[in-house]
């Protein structure tokens, strides 16, 4: 089973930058498109980014020219690059492999990412 560990979440004052992490346990990960997703309490998770296996990206319109995903499958690891951050942008980030409306493996922990105004 493959496990997801997402790193790299903290505390920025609003027009700052982070960068995230999520890390995949297991040999298969480089087949998969992956997305970042975040969440705030009460709400439903949103898709905020996504990339194929293949390296093309999608965006949320609401993070569309501040943020970035990229992967780097010899590490199992994609990436989100998050810049000119928003108090918005204040939620859990997780990352998962879409599979229509679901994903493939079980979420990870996510990373806190909050933005102070």
């Known amino acids: 089973q493959v496990q997801l560990v997402e790193s790299g979440g903290g505390l920025v004052q609003a027009g700052g930058s982070l960068s995230l992490s999520c890390t995949a346990s297991?040999?298969?990960?480089?087949?998969?498109?992956m997305s970042w997703y975040r969440q705030v309490p009460g709400k439903q998770r949103e898709l905020v980014a996504g990339?194929?296996?293949?390296?093309?990206?999608n965006y949320a319109d609401s993070v569309k020219g501040r943020f970035t995903i990229s992967r780097d499958n010899a590490k199992n690891t994609v990436y989100l690059q998050l810049n000119s951050l928003k108090p918005e942008d204040t939620a859990v980030y997780y990352c998962?492999?879409?599979?229509?409306?679901?994903?493939?493996?079980?979420w990870g922990q996510g990373t806190q990412v909050t933005v102070s105004s």
């Open positions: 990339i194929s296996s293949g390296g093309n990206t």
């Open positions: 998962n492999a879409p599979l229509g409306r679901n994903t493939v493996w079980p």
């Open positions: 297991g040999s298969t990960f480089s087949y998969y498109a």
